[in-house]
């Protein structure tokens, strides 16, 4: 990467920097002549034709002895590309030198040299020179493109000499044109700036936040109210109020951080008081899903015997009626009449979505027991998915070890509608800041026929565009004498990915998979999610071959939970029981030491947490949301092995895993 940072620079000399040069002075007649500046042309056409030794030779023949003193700078600096370009970097060094005594009248020319010398420097690995001229380079006369990767190096070179100080500047200016908090959250160097960002101390944070209060960048205002965020739920509560105070003056302009700090406002007002015993629930008791949600309470009813006794909890049900915008009403009425700490619900992620959206408003901890299909940057540390989010099962595709075993270019099968789009949205943020290459998505729709998308993923549609290819085969296939199989089609698939991840549901995966033999598209690496731990597609692993996925990693303890589930309700736990007692625990670890009166309190307690352990798995706050600790298995003929650490589960343990849809 770096080389192509510092190949862009050079190479910007030419291209962009030199052919703009008659335009930096006030009176650019006084520093470069005409017929200079022709000769100055010629040499770089000629370099652009690729000849490098005429372009020198050109350059050579252009006296000194008649040239002004910033036309001498302009030569040198020329000479210097030139060596740079045939990695002669001492001579290029010696040519830049000579051409910065001379730039002193052309500001540009000078911020242009200095920004050359310093990647000659650190081209030789020379730090300590790199970054003396780098921080002798004036950015803001280079042009938007020389700048940016100004910036890229100097944060490089600062980080190698322990400025890093200088590093945040230069990370702040490498993504002040984000305009969106979307792209700004997705973007890799953001990553890095909020990490060093929350190494310093609060007076010095809140000072390099007022540092570009004129500027008004997106990326330092975002800052500001995350630290702002930090403070309320901390022990500064009155400091975190006047931050918050003071970004919704400076960035009034920024509609996203308007948003943001209204929506923070607005939970510092609902912070009434709260009862820490008091638990609401809010499940569908009544209408076709009613079934699921007694199997709820008889999870909740394991936990509480087995965590609280008696009358030491308080539990609030409500009905959801099998509703979102209903089960959204209950959480409002739960939380502002009978202050719940926390809500326990969305127990299928149509209804999900809208109760936790509810919550968010009010600054209430949400513990859904499925997924939410809504973007990473919508999700808080206030909202714990108990199956394991869809960035939970991203993050886990995307280890260092299973890229390692499967490569860094990627393809993605995907359902369409909010559940497809969420993956599509994590998939993307996860690859760019992993560095992966993504080759092919696309999205299939709810059928019984996948043929025709999977043919547009494997490049089968557009025979037009292949038309000589499809000629040639068709030819050897007519030269053929002996076919055993029926061949239906002419072109080979084009698989110009190392994996691909198909976030199915187990119907679909059935159809899917074999699909892809049937289009001649053999022996991929497919990876799914938790559903395929399921008995339709345990039963038809033979049939499928060899495939992955990723999905819960059990806890060892989830026997003990099944033997007094069975001694209280005289029959065998399921997926959904197991969950419920899950999200109570998770209750439990919160309240259960000291006595918490507040929701800020709350608040601070969650975020000290850290990690949450519970039968089904582990979950981790990272980045700001809450990701469950998931395992990469690999299914073949009937078994499931864990991967990486060869622990074999038994047949009948993997099949006990009912088939679940979205819960």
């Known amino acids: 990467m770096f080389k192509n940072i510092i190949s862009f620079l050079i190479f910007s000399q030419i291209f962009i920097s030199c052919s703009g040069i008659s335009i930096i002075s006030k009176d650019p007649k006084d520093l470069y002549r005409e017929d200079f500046m022709q000769k100055v042309e010629q040499v770089k056409m000629t370099y652009r034709q690729g000849d490098l030794n005429a372009a020198s030779a050109k350059l050579k023949a252009i006296d000194d002895q008649t040239l002004l003193p910033a036309e001498k700078g302009m030569k040198r600096n ?46 030789l690995g020379f730090m300590e020179k790199a970054y003396y001229y780098l921080s ?66 609060k007076g010095t944070q809140i000072r390099f936040v007022e540092e570009f209060s004129d500027e008004q960048y997106l990326a330092v205002g975002y800052l500001g109210v995350l630290v702002a965020e930090k403070l309320f739920y901390g022990t500064d509560k009155a400091d975190g109020e006047e931050l918050l105070e003071w970004i919704q003056d400076k960035y009034g302009d920024n509609p996203e951080l308007v948003h943001l ?10 912070s009434t008081d709260m009862n820490p015993r008091s638990l609401g629930l809010v499940l569908p008791l009544t209408g076709k899903k009613a079934a699921f949600g007694k199997r709820v309470l008889l999870g909740i009813d394991t936990a509480l015997r087995d965590k609280f006794g008696e009358d030491s909890i308080t539990l609030h049900i409500e009905d959801s009626e099998g509703s979102g915008s209903i089960g959204g009403m209950r959480v409002k009425d739960l939380v502002e009449k009978e202050k ?17 959206l509810e919550a968010k408003k009010r600054g209430v901890l949400f513990i859904s027991l499925s997924q939410i299909y809504l973007p990473k940057e919508e999700k808080t540390h206030l909202l714990i998915e108990i199956p394991g989010s869809i960035e939970s099962q991203v993050h886990q595709v995307f280890t260092p070890k299973m890229l390692d075993k499967f490569g860094s270019k990627a393809a993605l099968f995907y359902p369409s509608g909010p559940r497809g789009e969420a993956y599509v949205n994590e998939f993307w943020r996860k690859a760019k800041l992993n ?16 043929l025709s998308n999977l043919k547009n993923l494997l490049g089968l549609k557009f025979k037009r565009e292949r038309q000589e290819e ?78 992955y996925f990723v999905g819960d990693n059990i806890n060892p303890s989830v026997q003990a939970f099944n033997e007094k589930f069975r001694l209280l309700h005289k029959k065998a736990p399921k997926l959904i029981e197991m969950r419920s007692f899950d999200a109570v625990e998770i209750f439990n670890s919160l309240v259960s030491k000291g006595e918490l009166t507040s929701r800020p309190e709350l608040d601070r307690v969650i975020l000290e947490k850290g990690s949450f352990q519970g039968i089904t798995g582990i979950w981790s706050l990272e980045d700001g949301v809450w990701l469950k600790d998931m395992a990469s298995f690999e299914l073949t003929r009937g078994s499931i092995v864990q991967m990486f650490e060869e622990k074999e589960l038994s047949t009948p343990e993997a099949k006990s895993v009912p088939e679940m849809q979205n819960i």
């Open 78 to 123: 020329l000479a210097g590309v030139l060596f740079f370009d045939q990695g002669n970097y001492e001579q290029a060094i010696y040519n830049f030198e000579l051409a910065l005594a001379n730039s002193g009248l052309d500001y540009n020319l000078n911020a242009q040299v200095n920004l050359n010398l310093g990647s000659s420097y650190f081209k």
């Open 136 to 201: 002798n380079c004036d950015s803001g006369k280079l042009t938007s493109r020389e700048a940016l990767n100004y910036h890229k190096l100097r944060y490089q070179v600062s980080k190698d000499q322990g400025e890093n100080r200088e590093a945040m500047v230069s990370l702040v200016n490498i993504i002040k044109d984000e305009k969106n908090l979307f792209d700004l959250r997705n973007n890799p160097y953001f990553h890095r700036l909020k990490e060093e960002f929350f190494k310093w101390g």
């Open 261 to 270: 700090t209204q929506g923070f406002s607005t939970k510092i007002a609902l």
């Open 340 to 356: 719940c700490a926390a809500i326990i619900g969305g127990l299928f992620s149509d209804e999900a979505t809208k109760e936790y």
């Open 435 to 450: 560095a992966i290459s993504v080759t092919g998505v696309q999205s299939f729709e709810d059928q019984n026929d996948y």
């Open 470 to 547: 499809l000629e040639l085969f068709s030819d050897l296939y007519k030269l053929e004498k002996y076919i055993s199989t029926r061949r239906i089609q002419t072109l080979k698939p084009q698989i110009d990915f190392d994996w691909i991840f198909i976030p199915s549901l187990p119907r679909d995966t059935l159809q899917i998979v074999p699909t892809f033999a049937y289009l001649d598209a053999s022996k991929l690496n497919i990876i799914g999610g938790p559903s395929w731990r399921s008995r339709s597609i345990m039963k038809e692993s033979r049939r499928l071959g060899r495939l």
